[in-house]
């Protein structure tokens, strides 16, 4: 049995006439990182939502290791695509907090501050371990934002477009972070994404939806590329290209976005 | 496919020249930029009242004239002469003191209340038309019943003030707690943080500062009703003493009293704005 495992999954929201995902199937296996990618508004945050227990599925459910999941919970931690942290808290206090209420139970005071270090230096953020939210960079407050979802030690990672709203060279320093954390940790990641270079670079599986309303899974790649990767060697490397082709293909030629078809 | 075939050479590093030192007022002129319009048109206000006022059918006094007749209230603002014959430091303080009673209780209770309307639907649906309704009703329209409950002057003019502050303190916390961000409800959601400890660590935060903008609102009111309040209940007060100086034609003396109720209302507003910044300092900044 697959240790995480989406079945048949619709979601639809109370004033709608027709579901946002219908029958959405996937299974994904421990330590995998997999990457949901479609157009916006196709449903993929909806999805995740699901997964993470923020959102009640209409039909069909969501297994961890056997276990329905309907609630959420720090087995299943999120990180947010606009980071989400607590501004009035510094970043210690905003990973401490999570540490508390979770792995934390059980440990000491000092056990649990140690714990929040060592997290933070995961994500490379100790120098700015006192300062507030307010006060560091939107790729700083990301970091931090890993390492709160990292320190629940959950058995599944979820991050909701976690480097969407950053510019492009702290993504791909931040994309670099991940793929070691990942190589590090081993844990299993779901990753949403509208970037196709970034789930070709990231990802063992790009799960491609189809458009909204009524979203699909439409194809799922398997990306083959040995690990560790490294971005610029990737270039020029023709099963990179290929995955990335197959995805635009998909993305811009079978699914265009839904505007461009409807126009 | 690589178009850049050489090598790109590392920019050479420029000697640093020093930047030419700023001229020697130049530190002034951020302090003139802000100090010299409030100043200058404050002269001419008192030009403009002197002109308009000097004239011999004129029934205000001039600026000179106001100097003349009151510099004691603005000199000498603690002296006691017996009866209700003192400086206008020591009615202010008796109308403070009205304030901060009335207001802090304001403060307490409208802050209760609101967490408890915008923490429950039943709550909100059964208070917030009474409140809508309440709070339109203007100050002194209280005083008359607030005499009858208390029979006595202080009390009442502390429940006017109660009265009057405490609706935008009720309003502005309940907005506040139904404002908490969504994200910040998933982040608690995923920690498993709830009840009261979801309540102190997350709503009372996120909801800090509207509930200061609630109670600089309500300190501005009640600093606006203790005046037409203390006029009608008489006693000390600087209500009590513009309407006195009213009956015995002192206008001299009105304007100092305006002039200091100006000031302190101010200041009120000030401190409890500096209050609000100490305690939500970097909630604003996301």
Redesign the interface.
């Known amino acids: 049995m697959a240790y995480l495992e989406i079945s048949n999954l619709s979601i639809q929201f109370p004033r709608s006439p027709v579901p946002v995902l219908r029958d959405v199937t996937l299974r994904i296996d421990k330590g995998q990182y997999v990457s949901v990618i479609g157009h916006s508004g196709c449903g993929k945050s909806t999805l995740l939502n699901v997964v993470?227990?923020?959102l009640p599925a209409t039909a069909g459910g969501v297994l961890l290791e056997g276990q329905e999941v309907n609630t959420?919970?720090?087995d299943?931690?999120?990180v947010?695509q606009?980071h989400?942290l607590?501004?009035?808290l510094t970043v210690t206090e905003n990973v401490l907090?999570?540490v508390e209420?979770?792995v934390g139970r059980k440990m000491s005071k000092v056990q649990r501050l140690a714990w929040t270090l060592e997290t933070l230096a995961l994500v490379k953020m100790t120098h700015a371990k006192d300062k507030?939210?307010?006060?560091i960079s939107g790729g700083m407050k990301q970091r931090v934002g890993i390492a709160r979802a990292l320190a629940?030690q959950p058995k599944v990672l979820l991050l909701d477009e976690p480097f969407g709203a950053l510019d492009a060279l702290t993504r791909a320093h931040l994309q670099d972070e991940v793929m070691r954390i990942h190589a590090d940790l081993g844990c299993t990641v779901i990753m949403i994404t509208h970037d196709v270079e970034e789930a070709v670079l990231l990802s063992d599986r790009i799960v491609m939806l189809t458009n909204g309303p009524n979203a699909r899974v439409g194809e799922v790649l398997e990306v083959s590329l040995p690990r560790p990767r490294n971005r610029i060697a990737l270039g020029?490397e023709p099963r990179f290209l290929a995955a990335r082709e197959a995805v635009l293909t998909f993305l811009h030629d079978r699914h265009a976005a839904p505007t461009l078809t409807a126009a | 496919?690589n178009i850049l075939v050489t090598k790109p050479e590392a920019a050479p590093i420029l000697a640093s020249s020093p930047l030419p030192p700023p001229s020697r007022v130049a530190w002034l002129r951020p302090y003139a930029a802000n100090i010299l319009p409030p100043v200058l048109l404050t002269l001419l206000f008192f030009i403009a009242w002197q002109a308009l006022c000097s004239g011999p059918g004129s029934n205000l006094p001039p600026p000179t004239q106001v100097w003349a007749e009151s510099s004691e209230l603005i000199l000498r603002p603690f002296y006691i002469r017996g009866g209700l014959d003192r400086g206008l430091g020591l009615h202010l303080f008796a109308s403070l003191e009205r304030v901060a009673m009335g207001f802090v209780l304001a403060a307490i209770a409208g802050v209760a209340l609101g967490l408890l309307v915008g923490t429950s639907d039943f709550a909100m649906r059964g208070l917030d038309p009474i409140f809508q309704v309440l709070r339109t009703v203007p100050p002194l329209a209280w005083l008359p019943l607030s005499l009858a409950a208390f029979r006595e002057a202080t009390p009442s003019a502390i429940f006017v003030i109660f009265i009057t502050a405490i609706w935008p303190i009720i309003i502005n916390t309940a907005v506040g707690v139904r404002n908490v961000p969504q994200?910040?409800r998933?982040?608690a959601?995923?920690?498993?943080?709830r009840g009261p400890a979801f309540f102190w660590?997350?709503v009372l935060?996120?909801a800090?500062p509207y509930i200061f903008t609630g109670l600089r609102i309500g300190i501005g009111l009640a600093w606006l009703a203790i005046i037409a309040a203390e006029m009608l209940i008489g006693g000390v007060g600087i209500g009590f003493f513009i309407w006195d100086a009213w009956n015995s034609s002192h206008l001299s003396d009105i304007f100092v009293a305006l002039f200091y109720v100006g000031i302190t209302g101010f200041v009120l507003d000030r401190i409890v704005a500096a209050l609000g910044q100490m305690a939500?300092?970097?909630?604003?900044?996301?």
């Open positions: 993470a227990g923020l959420p919970g720090p299943r931690a999120v947010f606009n989400s607590l501004p009035w907090m999570a209420l979770t507030r939210p307010g006060e629940m020029a | 496919m994200d910040y998933n982040v959601a995923v920690i498993r943080l660590r997350i935060p996120a800090a939500t300092r970097g909630t604003q900044a996301s």
